[in-house]
T-cell receptor
Framework: GNSVTQMEGPVTLSEEAFLTINCTYTATGYPSLFWYVQYPGEGLQLLLKATKADDKGSNKGFEATYRKETTSFHLEKGSVQVSDSAVYFCACRGGADGLTFGKGTHLIIQP | GAGVSQSPSNKVTEKGKDVELRCDPISGHTALYWYRQSLGQGLEFLIYFQGNSAPDKSGLPSDRFSAERTGGSVSTLTIQRTQQEDSAVYLC?????????????FGPGTRLTVT
């Protein structure tokens, strides 16, 4: 089956720092890739997605590029804000069934 | 519009009792998914429905777990003879159609505590 590996953290950064959260996946074929975010006290929500190799997903200043050759989908943001503090989940999906999630990365941004 | 709703939001039950968790998907969404989020296991996929049919039930943790969906809308996840290891947040998601590229919209979850 599919699997997703991501750094678990917590990752603590200062405001305006550059963010990278690494994510690699194992899957057969060409899965779709997703980043979901869970803000404190809120439900999971889609942050961005990419459905084929070399696609770049972007939203709210975050970006991730689907790299087939390295089976990676690293999340980046150039300048983080305190409001970005949340848990970030990388996920993949190969077909009609459910998402396979990584363990989640707890991000803490300090003012 | 209305998102995915789940009830109850919190449920505390005694070991050995049965519980029913309910999910109301976004209107018109044909695909529905159940997940479990726990500290030890992270986010686990349990089962999905396309319409009222669940093609694969192998993700359910044990035969104490069952799920059904009626009218292509509401779904219930039933846990019989609950155990302490069933304590987790149970999440439901819906999607306009099945298929890997469609976004899944998540509900707020039901926090289940088995004492």
């Amino acid at each position: 089956g599919n699997s997703v590996t991501q750094m678990e953290g917590p990752v603590t950064l200062s405001e305006e720092a550059f963010l990278t959260i690494n994510c690699t996946y194992t899957a057969t074929g060409y899965p779709s890739l997703f980043w979901y975010v869970q803000y404190p006290g809120e439900g999971l929500q889609l942050l961005l997605k990419a459905t084929k190799a070399d696609d770049k997903g972007s939203n709210k200043g975050f970006e991730a590029t689907y790299r087939k050759e390295t089976t990676s989908f690293h999340l980046e943001k150039g300048s983080v804000q305190v409001s970005d503090s949340a848990v970030y989940f990388c996920a993949c999906r190969g077909g009609a069934d459910g998402l396979t999630f990584g363990k989640g990365t707890h991000l803490i941004i300090q003012p | 519009g209305a998102g995915v709703s789940q009830s109850p939001s919190n449920k505390v039950t005694e070991k050995g009792k049965d519980v029913e968790l309910r999910c109301d998907p976004i209107s018109g969404h044909t695909a529905l998914y159940w997940y479990r989020q726990s500290l030890g296991q992270g986010l686990e996929f349990l089962i999905y429905f396309q319409g009222n049919s669940a093609p694969d039930k192998s993700g359910l943790p044990s035969d104490r777990f069952s799920a059904e969906r009626t009218g292509g809308s509401v779904s219930t996840l039933t846990i019989q003879r609950t155990q302490q290891e069933d304590s987790a947040v149970y999440l439901c998601a819906s999607s306009p159609q099945e298929g890997g590229t469609y976004e899944q919209y998540f509900g707020p979850g039901t926090r289940l505590t088995v004492t």
